[in-house]
Nanobody
């Protein structure tokens, strides 16, 4: 059964760092793209980052460029999101999601192309 499991969330002060993990099971990352989304308390869900196994394409939202980095370890079937210099506005529930087919070439930041979602991990940033 296909599963995505996030971990690594927690509480940090502004300027701190966290590393999120998304472990996939039931498939390999060879022909898929994995994206990170975050949902704010207001309910808005934003595409944060994405990495494609097809051609190495990556995506970062403008709000996190230079601070976040995405990577994957195919042997461990895991995608990571390193988050540095965290800001209060980065707080929310972070989800990993999987897309396949034509979408893996573009790493779209919208939710509709993604077929599978993890349960989410909470990130809190406050003094």
């Amino acid at each position: 059964q296909v599963q995505l499991v996030e971990s690594g969330g927690g509480h940090v002060q502004p300027g701190g760092s966290l590393r999120l993990s998304c472990e996939a099971s039931g498939f390999t990352l060879d022909d898929y793209a994995i994206a990170w989304f975050r949902q704010f308390p207001e309910g808005e869900r934003e595409g944060v980052s994405c990495i494609s196994s097809y051609d190495g394409t990556t995506y970062y939202s403008e709000s996190v460029k230079g601070r976040f980095s995405i990577s994957k370890d195919n042997a461990k079937n895991t995608v990571y999101l390193q988050m540095n210099t965290l800001k209060r506005e980065d707080a929310g529930v972070y989800y990993c999601a999987l897309t396949r087919g034509r979408f893996i070439r573009t790493c779209p930041p919208t939710t509709s192309p993604y077929d599978y979602w993890g349960q989410g991990t909470q990130v809190t940033v406050s003094s």
